[in-house]
Every structure is written in C-alpha cells, then in structure tokens.
T-cell receptor, first 116, second 114 residues
Framework: ETGVTQTPRHLVMGMTNKKSLKCEQHLGHNAMYWYKQSAKKPLELMFV???????ENNSVPSRFSPECPNSSHLFLHLHTLQPEDSALYLCASSQVIHEKNTGELFFGEGSRLTVL | DAKTTQPPSMDCAEGRAANLPCNHSTISGNEYVYWYRQIHSQGPQYIIHGLKNNETNEMASLIITEDRKSSTLILPHATLRDTAVYYCIVRRDHGSSNTGKLIFGQGTTLQVKP
C-alpha cells in the first residue's frame, strides 16, 4: 500500500464514451501527477498539479482533461479517445519541495485503459 | 535535468548482490540521483536517492562516484521478487517552486534467477 489509490483498476471503453479515472492520496501531499505508460515505452508525464493548480501540461491532447478539486483527489476525464490511447495511467503524489528538502513520488497501482 | 544511461537488461543469481550501474555525466551540482523500480504491471516504487554521499536504507545502497558522473544501485541479496525494471533518474531541486516531477527513461530490466 503506497497511500495512493486509483480507480478503476481496469477500464474498457469505446471511442465515443466519456469516462473518468480517479486518484486519491492519503499521505497529506500537495502535489499530484498523471503519467501514461504505453507498452514498451517509458512513463510519460502528462499533468502536474501543485497546491491544486495545474503547473504543467505536457502537450497532452484535449481529449484528456484533468481535474484537481482538492489536494487529495485527482481526476482524468476521458472523451472520444483513440485506440492508441490504450495504456496504463498512473497517478502519483508528492510533497511540494522547499529549500533543500527533496521529495519522492508515491505512485498508485495504475488504471489499465483499453480503448476499442 | 541531466540525462541518464543505463544498460537495458541484467541478470543476477538469487541471493547474490545485484549491482545496477547508471551514467549521468552531465549532472550538475544541485541535481539529485533517484532510483525507482517497477514490478510488472504495478506503479513505480521509490528505492533511494542521494546527492553526493553514499546512501543506504533497508532496500538498497547507492554508491555515487566522487565526480558524480555515475552511480551504482546495490541490492545486497537479490530475491526473485526483486525482478523489475529499475530506473535511474536525475532531478534538480528547484527550491520552493519544485513540484518534484520525475522524467523516466527506459531503465534496466533486472532478472533475478534461481
């Protein structure tokens, strides 16, 4: 148990569906992340939220829409996805770093998405 | 952030030490070396990190060369459950605005064999 919970663990959706992935962290962290991991590829950073504000959006298509209503919850809303969007979507959290302190990321188990 | 180079794969016998190398020749003075691992179909797991001194915790030891251009992660007694992809990541501490994001490479696939 890492303290980061993702639901659902598995999701199958059609290209016209709208679905959402949910992430919840119980660690008191104030930064949250979405990563995408496609088969045979390294993890790709998608979005970063710090103090509930989006601070990074790595050229992610608009069919992926993140939402961070509070520091404990992060959503990824999915709309009109393509089959190539099938991947493992990983959520992570960390504590915003101050001065000389460093922080590590705590990852959830991931949501395995299949787009038909 | 500095780029890292790792061998794509390594084997290790169960019970022996696994030594995973990482080159980061362009590392700068305020960049940390982090190690994570990812067991199949799970999220990455933090192992250890360091700046310039060697570090040890309950999972592993991290040896950083004096010039900081390379490092080695040591798993002292590898078990079958240590089979995973191991990622070496260099990250800068930006101070109060740093969100701690990590950029992952391909990593080293460690296969521990009985």
């Amino acid at each position: 148990e890492t303290g980061v919970t993702q639901t659902p663990r598995h999701l199958v959706m059609g290209m016209t569906n709208k679905k959402s992935l949910k992430c919840e962290q119980h660690l008191g962290h104030n930064a949250m992340y979405w990563y995408k991991q496609s088969a045979k590829k390294p993890l790709e950073l998608m979005f970063v939220y710090s103090l509930e504000e989006r601070v990074e959006n790595n050229s992610v298509p608009s069919r992926f829409s993140p939402e961070c209503p509070n520091s404990s919850h992060l959503f990824l809303h999915l709309h009109t996805l393509q089959p190539e969007d099938s991947a493992l979507y990983l959520c992570a959290s960390s504590q915003v770093i101050h001065e000389k302190n460093t922080g590590e990321l705590f990852f959830g188990e991931g949501s395995r998405l299949t787009v038909l | 952030d500095a780029k890292t180079t790792q061998p794509p794969s390594m084997d290790c016998a169960e019970g022996r030490a696994a030594n995973l190398p990482c080159n980061h020749s362009t590392i700068s003075g305020n960049e940390y070396v982090y190690w994570y691992r990812q067991i199949h179909s799970q999220g990455p797991q933090y192992i250890i990190h360091g700046l310039k001194n060697n570090e040890t915790n309950e999972m592993a030891s991290l040896i950083i060369t004096e010039d900081r251009k390379s490092s080695t992660l040591i798993l002292p007694h590898a078990t079958l459950r240590d089979t995973a992809v191991y990622y070496c990541i260099v990250r800068r501490d930006h101070g109060s605005s740093n969100t701690g994001k990590l950029i992952f490479g391909q990593g080293t696939t460690l296969q521990v064999k009985p």
